[in-house]
């Protein structure tokens, strides 16, 4: 009996950015996967030699979808070279935005890119897939819809802190440049208090403390099969379509999860956190028991990637980002680096924070599964809002109460200086690195979540976190790659923090 291997390039849609895959197939499953990104991103470079003020404005564009998140990375770095900790109400506010942007995100990408999955006609055949056509057929879905509705009346509070979503700039170094009356404090808990009833009714089909109650893969079972508004909510059609597909069984990778810890707690308040911060930092290896996090343990590796090559890898603070496609570059396949961590190929996202926080249900899924499925990659993230939601509605109550308090501490020009900025992104760990010299940028490096998720492999060989994911997934028809999609989307890729390199008004690097 032979084995026919086969090569292919799989089609991938309702991803951020450009993504490519290119896999081998033996028997009708994947046994080796390329994951290429194919646009260069040129910030870095854009950056040098402009003053550091500038980053804050040139950083928010990376990506339409994360614009607060990356101001957020770029502020925290100014602030440590500037050397100041923001008044607690500054922080309050960037939480709150930062939140909310999270929040949406995850909402959109649940409902609006990865349950579109189930209209496929390759599930015709399960019972819940008209429904499935119903609910999230782009444009049409009734879910589709209302997701567009209530997360566009989210982001008003956004508008309201910020002035503007995306590519709000009201963060600098000491705090935010603007103090909102309270009424808008108040608008904005009135809406988020909205938005969370609309998810507690249509998302989750119960009240948010019914699901904190959940500590086991037994009690989810049970919650499943309790109540029919549960059955009926978009988490239950999610695990009883997930499990119909084998998406429990699917996704698995190397099982190392990775948080840098995000959402710092303000001086005096009510808001209990780890380490400072509601979300935990750490790294957890396998099954293994959370290690601290020390940035200092990050390395990227280029290999793989289309840039000048290096000995091993280099920590971001003195990484080189020299961009180098001739074509002949032999096992060069990716515009992403491969970012490691203590050596190790890790995940980060919703389900890396539960299990970094030693979220029991999350520990018990990934035990009972031999590790983290794509089902339960996307089911951390359709239900991370329940970890944010009383906090931000915490914070937001304290603003109204302390209004009167400073928002914003005045700092000297920024001369010299390196700085750090770290935070949890919609899709996981994100990491702005920044020297300054002579009051310019000097250096600075970027590391987004996808680039841990979607690396290429590294110096040693060693995939990245979905081209991991991907080996042993079925694919019958390289056609309709439509498992192989779902694997990757729970990953919730986003590749738009790139640009094409371009001058002349021609393209003048072409891959």
Request: include cysteine.
């Amino acid at each position: 009996m032979t084995t026919q291997r086969i090569e292919c390039h799989i089609p991938l849609n309702r991803v951020e950015g450009d993504l490519e895959l290119r896999v081998a197939v033996e028997n009708g499953r994947i046994v080796e996967c390329w994951s290429s990104g194919t646009m260069f991103r040129g910030f870095e470079r854009m950056l040098l030699g402009r003053a550091p003020l500038d980053s804050l404005v040139i950083t928010r564009s990376i990506c339409g979808i994360c614009t607060i998140t990356h101001l957020t990375a770029a502020v925290h770095a100014l602030d440590r070279i500037a050397g100041v900790a923001p008044p607690a109400n500054a922080v309050r506010m960037r939480n709150i935005a930062l939140m909310v942007e999270t929040i949406q995100s995850d909402l959109r990408q649940s409902l609006l890119m990865f349950l579109v999955d189930l209209c496929s006609p390759a599930f015709a055949g399960h019972p819940w897939h008209t429904e499935a056509g119903v609910r999230y057929q782009p444009l049409r879905g009734t879910r589709c819809i209302e997701a567009i509705r209530e997360t566009k009346r989210v982001l008003e509070i956004i508008a309201l802190l910020g002035g503007q979503w995306p590519h709000t700039s009201f963060m600098v170094p000491g705090g935010v440049v603007y103090a909102p009356p309270v009424i808008d404090f108040q608008k904005s808990l009135m809406l988020l208090k909205q938005f969370r009833q609309w998810y507690e009714r249509t998302v989750l089909g119960c009240p948010l403390a019914r699901w904190r109650e959940l500590t086991s893969a037994g009690d989810l079972d049970a919650w499943l099969a309790e109540r029919e508004s549960q059955r009926e909510g978009d988490v239950g059609f999610l695990l009883t379509a997930g499990r119909a597909l084998g998406l429990d069984r699917l996704g698995i990778g190397h099982g190392h999860a990775l948080s840098y810890g995000a959402l710092e707690i303000p001086t005096g308040s009510e808001v209990v956190g780890t380490g400072g911060c509601l979300v935990p930092a750490g790294l957890v290896r396998g099954q293994g028991d959370v290690e601290p996090f020390d940035q200092r343990q990050i390395a990227e590796h280029v290999a793989c990637s289309w840039y000048a090559d290096y000995p091993d890898g280099l920590h971001p603070m003195v990484g080189i980002t020299e961009p180098v496609a001739s074509g002949a570059e032999g096992k060069k396949y990716s515009w992403v680096k491969a970012p490691r961590y203590a050596g190790l190929a890790a995940e980060t996202g919703p389900v890396a924070e539960r299990m970094v926080a030693q979220d029991p249900l999350y520990l018990d899924l990934a035990r009972r599964d031999q590790g983290i499925s794509a089902l339960t990659r996307q089911l951390a993230r359709l239900t991370r809002p329940v970890t944010l939601f009383a906090s931000a509605e915490q914070w937001l109550t304290e603003l109204i109460a302390s209004h009167q308090d400073p928002f914003y501490l005045p700092v000297e020009p920024l001369r010299q200086g390196e700085g750090v900025g770290l935070t949890q992104a919609a899709r996981g760990a994100l990491g702005h690195w920044v020297r300054v010299e002579n009051g310019q940028i000097v250096h600075y490096q970027i590391i987004t979540p996808t680039a841990w998720n979607g690396s290429p492999r590294d110096g040693q060989g060693v995939r990245g976190a979905w081209e991991e994911a991907l080996i042993g997934t079925p694919l019958p028809d390289p056609d309709d790659p439509v498992l192989a999609g779902m694997v990757v989307r729970s990953f919730d890729p986003c590749l738009v923090c790139s640009v094409h390199v371009v001058g002349g008004g021609r393209r003048v690097l072409t891959v």
